[in-house]
Structures are given as C-alpha cells and as structure tokens.
C-alpha cells in the first residue's frame, strides 16, 4: 500500500507474535482524526503471574500516544464495533478476543458470525489484527488444538469479508488480497 493510497473500509493484518503487525496496523489509521483503539486485552491478575499482559498493554498504550481514544471490549466486540461510527477504528486483537469467548464459554462460530456481520455493516475504516496461529506443529491437547481451528476459521471469515489481507513476518508487511 502507497501512503497516498486511500485506507480500505477493512483491513485485516495477520501474522505470528511479535513479528510487527500491531506496529504495522497502528500505523494504519494513526494519522488519521481520532483513531479508535478497540482493545481486547485484559490484565487478568491470576491469570498474568508475572505481569506479562500488563507490561505489553501498556507498551502498547505509550507507543500509540494520548491521540488515541481506547475502548476496552474483551468479549462483546460485534457490539462495541456496532457503536462507532465516523472514526477509523483498530482491533487489537482477535486472537485475544476469541481466548476470551472461549474461556466465557461462548459459542466460538456464533461469536465470529455476529463479528463477520459487524464488520459487513461497519462504515470503516476498520484494521483488524490476529495471530496466525496454524503455522505450528499440530499442538499435543485437545483445548490447544480446538483453540486452533476455532482461530483458522476465525481468521478465514474476516478475510473473507476484508477488502484488504495483509500479513506481517519479521516487520515486514506482505499484501495477501
């Protein structure tokens, strides 16, 4: 994508973890009037013994900077995504999000079907980012490998419905679609 490019309605950045793609969305739509950050992350105590999700929430908050409006939504995304309207908007991120439908004990397919619709109807511009998870040797138990497939099929949706794929490895932006 060229910087004078006009940003598609929806673009979907993937790529492995810490290979650049949130840096790489939040270059996206950060010029732009009053970028949206949709967080999915939460800083669960019991479940960051050693303050890991924490210390990567707030790196990520310094490097966006106090232009940035941050919505916390760790689990209702279709509907937080629903209520903005006019401002680019950055989810940050699927793969953390679907963590949280499945330990809610949601429905993983009826969660991605409500979030496919959202982004169907979303004004734009909308960058969404995930994990490619898939890539990996096939995981040794059930909850890793049903977690996998459940983001397989996540990440298939919302490229379906993204005019623009973009994967992230090693910092460097790869256009997909």
């Not at 949130?22 to 800083?43: D, F, K, Q, R």
């Not at 960051?48 to 929430?57: N, P, S």
């Not at 699927?94 to 969660?111: H, M, Q, R």
């Not at 079907?113 to 511009?125: F, S």
Request: with cysteine.
């Amino acid at each position: 994508m060229s910087e004078n490019s006009p940003l598609p309605r929806i673009t979907f950045v993937l790529g492995g973890a810490r290979s650049g793609k949130s840096l790489y969305a939040e270059t996206l739509i950060g010029n732009m009037e009053n970028p949206v950050y949709l967080a999915t992350a939460e800083a669960r105590h019991s479940d960051d013994r050693d303050g890991e999700m924490a210390q990567r929430i707030t790196e990520h908050q310094k490097r966006r900077g106090p232009q940035w409006q941050t919505v916390e939504e760790p689990l209702n995304l279709a509907g937080a995504l629903s209520a903005q309207t006019g401002s680019p908007v950055l989810v940050d991120c699927l793969t953390l999000w679907l963590s949280n439908v499945i330990a809610a004990e949601s429905d993983p397919g009826a969660e991605t079907a409500d979030l496919v619709r959202a982004l169907e109807q979303a004004a734009g511009p909308i960058v969404v980012v995930a994990n490619e998870v898939g890539l990996g040797i096939v995981p040794d138990n059930a909850l890793a490998r049903a977690f996998r497939d459940h983001a397989g099929r996540l990440n298939q949706a919302v490229a379906g419905v993204a005019d623009r794929v973009v994967f992230v490895a090693a910092g460097l932006p790869m256009t997909l679609k």
